[in-house]
């Protein structure tokens, strides 16, 4: 057994709101560069829909991630030889119009028309060649289900499912859907890079691109099956969601999470065993993902493994806040988190709490949990999304969250405090009371403290900060901005 | 001093240290800056196979000139390779691959100079480095298809000469024009690459044929 410390998101979708609060400091502190215009670390893509870029999930289209070789995992769009006797054309890179033309406005127009009889107007602008351009997609161009009667039925995530009938106005569902990068613990991306660099940083499982060592082959964009790395066409080189790592290291949520105004985001530190890594990725079905890649994570309340995780030369303050983290409890204890499409075997460590439907016209019903099947989304989308099309798990996190309402439904008075019905309700799903009112807290109360549980780098480890500070990996006087 | 001195024994010093110091320094300077500045997200249906025939051509081209320009043909001889067979085997390659990196180089200048977004993306070193590169190309293919001249005798042991530190000019003097323009435009390309893009020749990524597939790294490394 290796120990390793990964630290881990989880995002409760139940309650994302899908107002984009959480691109927009991510936008302004680390992509607001030329030939990072059209890149977003962080983005909200509406379900159903494509998404950003079209059709990332899509790895018949793009071959990312991996498949199933006869043991092991191999990556879906060829192995090392593979791709360093084809590394003159990367056939699976997305054009930039799949993401979108970035494009800005000549605003001067607006300051610097002469008098006239009508308003002036500014014409969209392409950041790239400068030229007048008509804006044909864009990052959140589905936002709220725009054009999902078109863009909707490309979306694979209907498998098994008539999507005919769903697309209908009146059956038609929504959920947002934010996403960053995954930061697995089998990393497409690191795997696919010629040049080795990207890397799984060894103390936090951070992947992140080596500024200095990139080349610029571009195999990690198209090896990421949610194609979270960006090539960035003015530097030629490729970038990444960074998981805020500075803020990481000053025990600081990401900015993502610090500024969502739902308290969706949870950040804690997971352990797990690093050399069960491979085997888990190469589960025999998908379906056995999801149960692999939990069985790796160690319950660092069991003094053996604390003791172990000390002795691998995990940091004290690691193992402490991973006997506190939210991620811990939401993905282990109570198997609410879910992972998003672990079919693509790079075992994501952002993990999605599905979300309930709009339920008003069912509460009262003495349905109790049964009603999940019932909900606007239907179970089998959500299983597509976030259990390789596992219902039963899906299921049984919906039921948890429906029974922990029945439960404080009851509490608040709506029934008798000590309803039997709604400890029943629990009891089926395998809660507690005590449990309950622990998740309670977590879910609905949400407090900041409780969220983010991010143990500070002792400044012995990470060199001298004030000298790096707003540099992140850029060497001085290389901040993609120049002008060559 | 006369041109062929000038051109076969000054400029190939100049060009040949330019290129050792000028890697040397680009490295120690700006490895920032150490990457194959791909534009294929911009522009990928004319970039294919343009890049496939271009790159694959030249690649071969470049170990046909070194195998059959340094190695001394009395070395070849005596393994068997007569003059003559080599001249046959030179010819046979150079004209499938030097075609292969022609067509190849046409279709990147169709392509950069073609598409707006590519051509506004490009600097006007991107511009000088195709535009050398392809005028090597296009006057090693002339050569090897329309020039008959023996460079066994000639270029071969004119190059071995420059490199073994003693130049020989008289060796070159006689060979037709537009294989002394070959060679100097070669030696132009060479003394200029490395301050242009093509820098990533030597990023061939090799290491990745066996490393792991999961790279760790802490925190500190240095």
Redesign the interface.
Known sequence: MKI?AQIAMVMNLDKCLGCHTCSIPCKNVWTNRQGAEYIWYNNVETKPGIGYPKNWENQQLWKGGWSLGKKRPV?RSGG??K??AG?????D????DDYYEPWSYDYGKLIESPRRRRQPGVRPKSL????NMRIKWGPNWEDDLAGADVTGREDVNFEGLEKEVYLQFQNVFMLHLPRICEHCL??GC??S????A??????DGIVLVD??R?????YCVSGCPYKKVY?N??S??SEKCLFCYPRIEAGLPTLCAETCVGRIRYIGVMLYDADR?CEAAAAGGEKELYKAQTDLFLNPNDPAIASAAAAAGIASHMIDGAKNSPVYKLAVEWRLALPPHPEFRTLPMVWYIPPLSPIANLAGNAEGTHIVDRLRIPVRYLANLLAAGDEDTVRLALKKLMALRDYMRARRGAAAPESPGADALLEEVGLTPAMADEMYGLLALAKYRDRFVVPT?QKE???DLHRDRGMCG??PG?QGMED? | MNWDNLAFVVFPYISLTTFTVGHAYRYATDPFHWNSRSSEILEKDRLKYASIFFHYGVVFTFFGHFAGLLIPQKLLTALGITPAIHMRIALVSGMLFGLLALVGAALLLWRRLGRQRVLRHSSMNDLVTLGLLAAVIALGTYNVFFGHCDVLDTVAPWIRSILTLSPAPGLISSVPLTYKLHVVAALALLGFSPFSRLIHIWSVPVPYLYRSNIIYRQRRAE
């Open positions: 390793k990556l090392h030889t791709k360093f590394i003159f054309h990367n056939p890179l997305p054009l930039i790239i060649t400068g030229e089998n990393p690191v795997a890079c010629p040049s080795g990207l890397y799984k940083r060894d103390e500024q200095q990139c080349r610029g082959w571009r090539y066409w003015k030629g080189r890594v780098v480890e990470v060199g850029f060497p290389s060559d």
